[in-house]
């Protein structure tokens, strides 16, 4: 694996992290502002991680998709593998 790709691994297990410690999940701004990324890359990240965590649950509060959190489920961590991305 190149340094890009565990680049990318790493934020993925950070963004589960910021998930599970945060009680109402992870948004989009959020994720722009801890990772310092685009929206489009925190878009990226967000679709990565409920690839990789089956258990996430992602959460509408209002109509526009901007206001979607991430939390993390209930259940031990469990690893799908990784996305199909990571591995090209």
């Not at 790709?5 to 994720?31: C, F, H, N, T």
């Not at 965590?53 to 959190?69: D, E, G, L, N, Y």
């Amino acid at each position: 694996m190149d340094n890009k790709r565990l680049g990318k691994a790493l934020d993925i297990m950070r963004l589960a992290e910021e998930a599970a410690a945060r009680p109402g999940g992870i948004s989009l701004v959020q994720i722009v502002e801890t990772f310092g990324v685009t929206l489009r890359t925190a878009q990226r990240l967000s679709r990565a991680l409920e690839e990789a965590f089956p258990m996430v649950q992602t959460r509408t509060a209002f109509a526009t998709a901007s206001c979607r959190r991430w939390k993390w489920g209930s259940g031990a961590l469990s690893v799908k593998g990784p996305p199909q991305r990571l591995l090209r």
